[in-house]
């Protein structure tokens, strides 16, 4: 079956050190990948996509997630985090269809 | 841009009572909107897919008599839970599709936690 997976649920970490947040992805011919921002009390915002090309995709603001088809993962990083990236982050992937499969959420919260 | 709104945010009903929540694309229209139920540390599951002006169509093992969709216009999708029960109680989220938007364009709405006592 298809899905998602986001091991970890929680990443504290504090401000400017880097952070990596994992998410892996079951196996398929065809895949889109993409990072989804919650911030409290709001809607999910589409951080970065991978849909086909280049495997570095890169945000406005500075985070970067990386297609490995051989590890089939789309890992989340940033070189230095800032307190406002404190939300959680949702992984999640587009298989052949318009139905989104969201991995499980990891929230990081970042530490002055 | 592209802004979808949910309403209420926050609904407690008794059970049995039927709830409606609203979902409103505020500055685009969308043919498509999507009904997810989210439980405490679990990831977003998509509930049904609503077409503007046609029936909705529900995931497996989602109880279309139960979750009713309505998608009347290209602005407005409303979820209504009838005869809601405890086990109903959790985080509805609703998200749009702009019509002119790519296969993969979600907005999504912020939001409503549904407590059933």
């Known amino acids: 079956a298809q899905s998602v997976t986001q091991l970890d649920s929680q990443v504290p970490v504090f401000e400017e050190a880097p952070v990596e947040l994992r998410c892996n992805y079951s196996?398929?011919?065809?895949?889109?990948l993409f990072w989804y921002v919650q911030y409290p009390n709001q809607g999910l915002q589409l951080l970065l996509k991978y849909l086909s090309g280049s495997t570095l995709v890169e945000s406005i603001n500075g985070f970067e997630a990386e297609f490995n088809k051989s590890q089939t993962s789309f890992h989340l990083r940033k070189p230095s985090v800032h307190i406002s990236d404190t939300a959680e982050y949702f992984c999640?992937?587009?298989?052949?269809?318009?139905?989104?499969?969201f991995g499980t959420g990891t929230r990081l919260q970042v530490f002055p | 841009g592209a802004v979808v709104s949910q309403h209420p945010s926050r609904v407690i009903c008794k059970s049995g009572t039927s709830v409606k929540i609203e979902c409103r694309s505020l500055d685009f229209q969308a043919t498509t909107m999507f009904w997810y139920r989210q439980f405490p540390k679990k990831s977003l599951m998509l509930m049904a897919t609503?077409?503007?002006?046609?029936?909705?169509?529900?995931e497996q093992g989602v109880e279309k008599d139960k979750f009713l969709i309505n998608h009347a216009s290209l602005t407005l999708s409303t979820l209504t839970v009838t005869s809601a029960h405890p086990e109903d109680s959790s985080f509805y989220i609703c998200s749009a599709r702009p019509t002119s938007g790519r296969f993969y364009e979600q907005y999504f709405g912020p939001g409503t936690r549904l407590t059933v006592t």
């Open positions: 609503s077409n503007e002006g046609s029936k909705a169509t529900y």
């Open positions: 999640a992937a587009l298989y052949n269809t318009d139905k989104l499969i």
């Open positions: 196996s398929s011919v065809s895949v889109y």
